[in-house]
């Protein structure tokens, strides 16, 4: 499986940005889907994730209520709709995938990893 993020940028606080994550190589439309962030020198810290029909939907306490996570209609794809944007979302914001997640904030439990996709929020 490969997952292709996308969409960060730079964006001022009170913005919004929506990211992207593709995957290919086999279809994950049954997987766990979720996204991290690592800030500079610490470990990758979840922000949301989704179910493979997308019954079961989880945020982080920085993130609930701005942030939204769904899943495009072939299932392949998943999206971040970030709004209300602060300068602590500055990250690198990673997509993850596993077939079977049973603690859904823990890095360690997600098999296939994108690249990252680096957003800036200026104050």
């Known amino acids: 499986v490969q997952l292709q993020a996308s969409g960060g940028g730079l964006v001022q606080a009170a913005g919004s940005l929506r990211l992207s994550c593709a995957a290919s190589?086999?279809?994950?439309?049954?997987?766990?889907m979720g996204w991290f962030r690592q800030p500079p020198g610490k470990e990758r810290e979840f922000v949301a994730g989704?179910?493979?029909?997308?019954?079961?939907?989880y945020y982080s306490d920085p993130v609930k209520g701005r942030f939204t996570i769904s899943r495009g209609s072939a299932a392949n794809t998943v999206y971040l709709q970030m709004n209300s944007l602060k300068p602590e979302d500055t990250d690198v914001y990673y997509c993850?995938?596993?077939?079977?997640?049973?603690?859904?904030?823990?890095?360690?439990?997600?098999?296939?990893w994108g690249q990252g996709t680096q957003v800036t929020v200026s104050s």
């Open positions: 190589g086999r279809t994950v439309s049954n997987y766990f």
């Open positions: 993850a995938a596993d077939d079977i997640v049973n603690v859904v904030d823990k890095a360690d439990e997600y098999a296939y």
């Open positions: 989704i179910s493979w029909k997308g019954g079961n939907i």
